[in-house]
């Protein structure tokens, strides 16, 4: 049974519950940040922030109103963090989590470039760094509980439960209010879809998200894309190294025919054959 999150940014009242619950069941220690142009604060996630509240200041009928999104990571169907990294560090569970086995990481980093959100954020300042993240609370659904984010909210903004069943309940929402909604659950295809799912009032590029339709992140499952590229990459090379080699050899050629004709026409070689007439 795949499990998810419901994030409904018209139900957020941006009090930073959830972050702090993410901090106190994770041990997170505390770090000395600064504020965003926007009022959050971190600006970002790091290592030891695996959920923050990003504030947006947007237009809607003409007026300016704020709206607040909780962001973690995405719990990708198909992880792109997954697919980079060799030793196979990351890996999705059945249930819904993204987790990571530390043990396994040896620091290359990749999955940080290949996540399509920016998640994962690495231990910059240890000895020995990890690599870290949210990771749905998977302790505590193994024991039939909430992840602690979705305890903590006091306005039901951050719902938990099944996949398919979040999907159902956010196109319930959209058509019993489609004048409230924009009619997209982000999270339902990007990136071939994710175990996190938003609800928004306003389009989710205004939100600072990543959107299919303005050409930022695929729709399709980022690691069958890259193993498209992949698969295009070796024969693209062995042709291109055909094509270099072909030229190397006609270049080459084409040289020692013209010296074989200078040879064949140089003075010496004229006095030789005058001689010999
Ligand atoms: S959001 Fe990034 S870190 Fe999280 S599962 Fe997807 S690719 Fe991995
Ligand atoms: S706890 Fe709920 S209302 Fe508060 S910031 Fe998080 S999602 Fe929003």
């Not at 702090?20 to 940040?33: F, G, R, S, V």
């Not at 995405?74 to 697919?83: D, G």
């Not at 409230?180 to 990136?191: C, F, L, M, S, T």
């Not at 590029?205 to 990459?233: M, N, Y």
Request: with cysteine; aromatic share 10%.
């Amino acid at each position: 049974m795949s499990y998810g999150m419901l994030i409904d940014v018209t139900l957020c009242i941006g009090c930073k519950g959830c972050q702090i619950a993410c901090k106190q069941w994770n041990d997170l220690p505390a770090e000395k940040t600064a504020f965003n142009a926007d009022w959050s604060n971190p600006p970002e996630l790091t290592a030891r922030t695996w959920k923050r509240v990003g504030h947006h200041l947007v237009q809607k009928g003409g007026k300016l109103l704020w709206r607040f999104v909780p962001l973690a990571c995405m719990h990708c169907n198909e992880p792109a963090c997954e697919a980079a990294c060799f030793v196979h560090a990351f890996y999705k569970t059945p249930e819904g989590p993204v987790l990571y086995k530390e043990n396994l990481c040896v620091g290359c980093r990749y999955c940080m470039v290949a996540c399509p959100f920016g998640v994962p954020k690495f231990e910059w300042d240890k000895t020995f760094p990890l690599v870290l993240k949210c990771r749905m609370c998977f302790e505590r659904i193994a024991e039939g509980q909430q992840p602690s984010c979705a305890t903590a909210c006091p306005t039901g903004a951050t719902l938990f439960g099944r996949r398919d069943e979040l999907l159902a309940e956010a196109r319930n929402r959209i058509n019993a209010n489609p004048d409230k909604y924009v009619p997209h659950i982000y999270g339902e295809k990007e990136a071939g879809g994710t175990s996190v799912l938003y609800l928004s009032d306003v389009p989710f590029h205004e939100l600072g998200f990543k959107t299919v339709e303005r050409g930022e992140i695929p729709a399709e499952p980022i690691p069958s894309f890259s193993d498209r590229i992949v698969r295009w990459t070796l024969p693209v090379a062995a042709t291109w190294t055909a094509v270099l080699g072909g030229l190397y050899w006609y270049t080459k050629r084409r040289a020692e025919v013209e010296e074989s004709m200078k040879r064949h026409n140089s003075p010496q070689n004229k006095g030789e054959g005058s001689q010999n007439d």
